[in-house]
């Protein structure tokens, strides 16, 4: 591709949830096919960069990892700004975590001006089903009530991850794309 062909464009990735729901795992599945069980909370935000080549556009998405911890939500809360593809996590064996999304939704709505970004609910965890403790038709609906992608994933058996960032790649580049179409 020569330069003078070539175009450039950022695209900002942001996972917000609370802490334990795996952000961070699904990143590092996605990025590095790697998962471990003793990953470490983020602290503040993290972010890892790839670059992308698609129909001689050459995209360089920055993905960032942000913490959980609600001491740490207004430092989180600054770096939803910009974002393109915003992706909601919580644990699907934590209720809680399921319930606290409305406040990230919420912070995600108050710093993207407009709808001019996509947005993914992920219920994570999907191999702890049995535990599950958020009905799937819930998590669907409230998914689907704003206008978000829904998907389940799990980082430790590696399910639903490429699909997840495939459905969130295909919606960027083409907001008619109905992933429940697929």
């Not at 430092?75 to 990230?104: A, C, E, H, Q, R």
């Not at 001019?116 to 403790?133: C, Q």
């Amino acid at each position: 591709m020569s330069k003078k062909n070539a175009e450039t464009r950022q695209i900002k990735i942001i996972l917000l949830g609370e802490s334990g729901v795996g952000k961070t795992c699904i990143i590092n599945r996605y990025f590095e096919n790697k998962f471990s069980a003793d990953t470490e909370s983020t602290l503040g935000s993290y972010s890892t960069t790839k670059t992308i080549v698609k129909n001689k556009i050459k995209y360089i998405v920055d993905i960032w990892d942000t913490t959980g911890q609600e001491k740490y939500h207004s430092i989180t809360n600054l770096y939803i700004k910009g974002s393109n593809i915003v992706i909601l996590v919580y644990s699907i064996d934590s209720k809680s975590t399921f319930d606290k999304l409305n406040y990230w939704y919420d912070s995600v709505k108050d710093k993207i001006e407009g709808d001019d970004y996509v947005l993914a609910v992920v219920g994570s965890k999907y191999d702890l089903f049995e535990s599950e403790e958020v009905p799937d038709e819930e998590a669907k609906s409230w998914a689907d009530s704003i206008g978000a992608i829904f998907q389940f994933t799990s980082a430790k058996s590696n399910s639903g991850i490429d699909l997840l960032f495939e459905n969130l790649a295909r919606k960027y580049f083409n907001p008619n794309f109905d992933y429940k179409k697929q």
